[in-house]
């Protein structure tokens, strides 16, 4: 792995069905991923992993699971890969912040309409 150059960035949740079941998130990268879906679709995002707090063993079973977010959530991470830019990891996500209403087909917003409510 590389450490030297740390790569930080916020995204949106698009995708929290992980076929693998252990609490991946597919996140569209502000500055990285394009908000056209067309170009790039919530299928070709990469996975990526999240943080757990000390007090989850975060393994067979132990501990806390990692997934509260829903689509649409607002997050914060990092490339554990630097440069290579393909290993996305979540710390946490960013309370309050507002995002646009998805349009047809538009990236950076819950691909459900559902998040953030404005109600």
Known sequence: MLYGNFIWWIGVVEDREDPMKIGRYRVRIQGY?????????TEDLPWAMTIQP????????????????????TVIGFFS???NEQMPIIMGSLGGVDTILPKSNSGFSDPNGVYPKKD
């Open 33 to 41: 991923h394009t908000a056209d879906k067309s170009s790039l679709a």
């Open 54 to 73: 000390v007090g989850s063993a975060a393994v067979s079973g132990i501990g806390e699971g990692g997934t509260g977010l829903v689509t649409g959530s």
């Open 81 to 83: 890969d630097g440069e």
